[in-house]
């Protein structure tokens, strides 16, 4: 592989990582609202309940999803270096290259 394909794979997979931070933080930002429409319209405590778990669950899946990620450079997990690490850092844990190249 060339240079060129290399660094397309790379912008590629950089891409990938910022979208699923993107839906998260979309998930982040409707939680609330969704969950209190669904309460003033007054419908059944159960279809409340049971949205707010499920915006919950899928958050937890895709903060796991994202904590998973591997680095499009290294190939070592992008959030995580040996027992620690944080979906919220902007470089790879590993060789440090910026979630924003690209």
Request: hydrophobic letters at 45%.
């Amino acid at each position: 592989m060339t240079d060129t394909q290399d660094q397309a794979q790379i912008i590629s997979g950089l891409s990938r990582i910022r979208r699923k931070h993107r839906f998260l933080t979309g998930i982040f930002i409707i939680y609330i609202p969704a969950v209190c429409a669904l309460y003033f319209l007054k419908l059944p405590g159960w279809l409340v309940m049971g949205t707010a778990i499920f915006l919950i669950c899928l958050g937890i899946v895709i903060a796991f999803i994202i904590g998973l990620a591997p680095c499009p450079a290294c190939g070592k997990p992008y959030h995580v270096r040996g027992m620690g690490g944080s979906i919220f850092t902007g470089t790879c844990m590993h060789c440090g290259i910026a979630l924003k190249q690209g």
